[in-house]
Nanobody, 117 residues
Framework: QVQLVESGGGLVQPGGSLRLSCAAS????????MSWHRQAPGKQRELVATVTSGGVTTYVDPAVQGRFTISRDNAKNTGYLQMNSLKPEDTAVYYC??????????WGQGTQVTVSS
């Protein structure tokens, strides 16, 4: 019903930037909330940020506050995570998810972000 494809990850040096994309298929993206999550090796998957269907940010993990920005373009059925001032501890697989009426859709395949010098 809903497919999510994350992209934009890669290898970057500390202090660098990346922009992740979440391309959604289906008819409900524009009326759904969207979130980004990440999972480092051997650790729990954690919530990074959330945004409402109208583009209002409702949560940002304190660990990334001031460095990451969540956004969306409903006309393109795509969500974004702008990641600045990257740190080695940001290394993880990043996933997106959409939610509507308390129902969650996803996960996509994830995109690997590696921050290393």
């Amino acid at each position: 019903q809903v497919q999510l494809v994350e992209s934009g990850g890669g290898l970057v040096q500390p202090g660098g930037s990346l922009r992740l994309s979440c391309a959604a298929s289906g008819s409900i993206f524009a009326i759904s909330s969207m979130s980004w999550h990440r999972q480092a090796p051997g650790k729990q998957r954690e919530l990074v940020a959330t945004v409402t269907s109208g583009g209002v940010t409702t949560y940002v993990d304190p660990a990334v506050q001031g460095r990451f920005t969540i956004s969306r373009d409903n006309a393109k059925n795509t969500g974004y995570l702008q990641m600045n001032s990257l740190k080695p501890e940001d290394t993880a697989v990043y996933y997106c998810r959409i939610s509507r009426n308390l129902r969650d859709y996803g996960w996509g395949q994830g995109t690997q972000v590696t921050v290393s010098s």
